[in-house]
């Protein structure tokens, strides 16, 4: 992995951006010596994890198919509060 300057990264952006995808390297950002952020590829299709459907076709290959015969657990309330608020 290569560590890259914000300025560098600034002024270079769209290089960086293409070698990093032609080359399948990820590179750090640095601001002052410290890593600040990663630019990364994007995972190729054939790598994608599959969808939901298929998942759901695998499981009922493996374990048969889906019955309603089973009663759910009641469901609780939940309170949602901002992670920021103390």
Same mark, same amino acid.
């Given at each position: 992995?290569?560590?890259?300057?914000?300025?560098?990264?600034?002024?270079?952006?769209?290089?960086?951006?293409?070698?990093?995808?032609?080359?399948?390297? @990820?590179?750090?950002?640095? &601001?002052? /010596?410290?890593?600040?952020?990663?630019?990364?590829?994007? =995972?190729?299709? !054939?790598?994608?994890?599959?969808?939901?459907?298929?998942?759901? @076709?695998?499981?009922?290959? &493996?374990? /048969?198919?889906?019955?309603?015969?089973?009663?759910?657990? =009641?469901?609780? !309330?939940?309170?949602?509060?901002?992670?920021?608020?103390?």
């Amino acid at each position: 992995m290569q560590a890259i300057g914000l300025f560098e990264a600034k002024t270079k952006f769209s290089e960086i951006c293409e070698r990093v995808a032609a080359q399948g390297v @990820a590179v750090v950002v640095t &601001r002052r /010596g410290k890593p600040l952020v990663k630019i990364e590829p994007i =995972p190729s299709s !054939r790598s994608r994890p599959a969808s939901v459907w298929d998942r759901r @076709a695998e499981f009922e290959k &493996r374990h /048969g198919r889906f019955t309603e015969d089973f009663t759910l657990p =009641p469901r609780q !309330r939940q309170t949602w509060r901002h992670p920021l608020d103390d």
